[in-house]
């Protein structure tokens, strides 16, 4: 990378680990940590849910397109991306061009059973939430890849162990020595 990435941000599916993982990385770093989903429910003042039966998915997108607009031009965070952030273009260019991007890669099986429980996915409320997994997944994929300038499987270690597989990669030193 030409200059160095000022913020770190956390791609792949919902349940991959982005907000854990996230947290522990912000420690580690010294840095800030945003959610993205939940900065958004804190700045409209309702659940993700509400803001899908009110504005639909279009107008959840719209909010997090301008949420990740002003957000991945600060220095000093690590975001934990919502899973569909990637789907608009400007979303994936903003992201690869103003940090340093990691893909949490989970399986369908993973994920399906780490969001098992989770009333607030609103693109899993369906009768068969494993399906709508490995249909994102599809669609997903690709986009996450592209978008990443790292990928780690996060099903392959505890998150303490993970955070420090990442902490100790190549791209990841650049990104402590430049902020």
């Given at each position: 990378m030409e200059t160095e990435p000022g913020s770190l941000f956390l791609?792949?599916?919902?349940?991959?680990?982005k907000s854990t993982i996230g947290r522990l990385l912000a420690r580690a770093l010294a840095f800030g940590f945003i959610d993205a989903d939940r900065e958004i429910e804190a700045r409209s003042g309702v659940p993700i849910t509400t803001i899908f039966e009110v504005e639909g998915e279009e107008g959840f997108r719209r909010r997090e397109s301008a949420l990740l607009d002003e957000l991945t031009q600060r220095r000093g965070l690590v975001i934990a991306t919502g899973g569909g952030a990637i789907l608009r273009e400007d979303n994936r260019h903003n992201l690869r061009s103003r940090g340093l991007v990691i893909y949490l890669q989970a399986s369908a099986d993973e994920i399906a059973r780490?969001?098992?429980h989770d009333k607030s996915r609103p693109l899993l409320q369906t009768a068969d939430p494993r399906g709508r997994i490995v249909t994102l997944l599809a669609q997903r994929a690709p986009l996450y890849a592209e978008t990443a300038h790292?990928?780690?499987h996060s099903?392959?270690?505890?998150p303490k162990k993970l955070v420090r597989r990442i902490l100790e990669s190549a791209e990841l030193q650049s990104l402590r020595a430049g902020s």
């Open positions: 791609i792949g599916m919902m349940g991959a680990g780490r969001t098992s790292l990928t780690f099903s392959m270690a505890s």
